[in-house]
RNA sequence: GGAGGCGUGGCAGAGUGGUUGAAUGCACCGGUCUUGAAAACCGGCAGGGGUUUGCGCCCCUCGUGAGUUCGAAUCUCACCGCCUCCGCCA
């Protein structure tokens, strides 16, 4: 959510930052409903200034013992057209907030200006593509050899886009993801979370899933008791954490990481990745989320990216790291690094972690501050959040990079540890 | 699922219709004292919003939302959450 006293005090600003995100945003509206606003709480609060005073004659007079009929007289007049006036200002607020609530962040100014995933700018390469003496081999045809990956059986289950894991495959899957937790917690500091799968409405508003990308995810209904949300990625419930929260500044920064499935509906992507396990309506994340002291957050989004870095650096596999332009940023974002993955099978690096600094976006969404440390007002702050790393992609991209001749998989060295000494996946006879 | 209890400021905890946005303690901030620190003492200290050049003035908020009332932390209803006991249960 942006700062509705900048959209009041400088709104071009605003006008002109959205328009490089590629949005269309007229203040029209907006200034209408402001100027509205302004006029109708002047109002509402006199009146309720002017019974409050009465109201306290009232108190006075009838501990005195003496008559008070004529100011009772006088306050009775003012209730209608108080309750009026404070209905018609609470729907106001509300569609000003809602106006609000609908707005993406503004990207910072080192955020490369541009329309779409074109504009993005590749920052660093990290390692060598391998070269292969033989045909190379997608994941699903790889893990269908080593008996590991069933996507009829999955769609059985539940249709298309699950994947169903046996055996080696399921084991380098979980190894993966203790790997990933192990290195975040031990090496560079972040504490292990487990939260809920299942979030409520609020939570969702306050990382900015909800109101306007509510297709994008699944419910769980419950009666008509309402209704809980699937997360799309451990982001939710870890940064909504600190909803509603006023913090010591010596709590931050916060950082936390935790493994969970993810779930996306996935609508309006019908037709694209449909072969194997590259976009499924569920696959697992683990997730790096930071909770930082505005002055810090932008030295955290580069640190965070370089942990997220490292796990591919410790798994060998060569990837990218791009800036995403204006254009091709998530709604909450204000700068967003991704990671792309080498896949040989698709000759191209595909993403694999998406790193951001969300700012006061999200703080101010679910009013999460910091307490100020001298004379200072409290402030918002600022949540950071990147995948460390998506862990289906991850298995996706050891399967196709460490694919060997005869349909096995070796396992990156840095993993055997957790994959309890073994060294190969051999094929299924 | 049944029975009961409870939600007040950063924390603990008073307050059951009237100048109470709220005692007290702790924490925190500033100061006195001290070589420095601690202790002691003095002062400050909820959040959000409106308006104003500023001083300030005003409004809202005691889990959330409705209601009763001239007036609600206090009374009524609904919802949410937490705790205790019983039942069930991975």
New binding site residues.
Partial sequence: ML???LL?SNIQVVVDALASRGMRFDPAPFQTLEAK??DL??R???L?????????????L??RGED?SA??AE??G??DE??ANEQTL?ALLEELNALLAGLPNLPHKTVPVGRDESGNVEVLRWGTPRSFAFEVRDHVDLGAGLGGLDFETAAKLSGSRFALMRGGVARLHRALAQFMLDVHTREHGYTEIYVPYMVNEASMFGTGQLPKFEEDLFAVHRGD??RFFLIPTSEVPVTNVVRGE?L?ADALPMKFVGHTPCFRSEAGSYGRDTRGMIRQHQFDKVELVRIEHPDNSWSALEELVGHAEKILQKLELPYRKIVLCTGDMGFAAAKTYDLEVWLPAQNTYREISSCSNCGDFQARRM?A?V?????G??EFVHTLNGSGLAVGRTLVAVLENYQQADGSVRVPEALVPWMGGVEVIEPVA
């Fill in positions: 700062d509705i006293q009041r606003r302004k709480q002047t509402t609060q006199d309720q200034a002017r019974r409050n005073a009465l109201s306290k004659q009232v108190g006075q009838k501990s008070a100011v009772l306050v009775g003012i209730g108080l309750k609470a008791e309402g006023l010591a009013q501050r307490r100020a440390s001298g004379q007002k409290n």
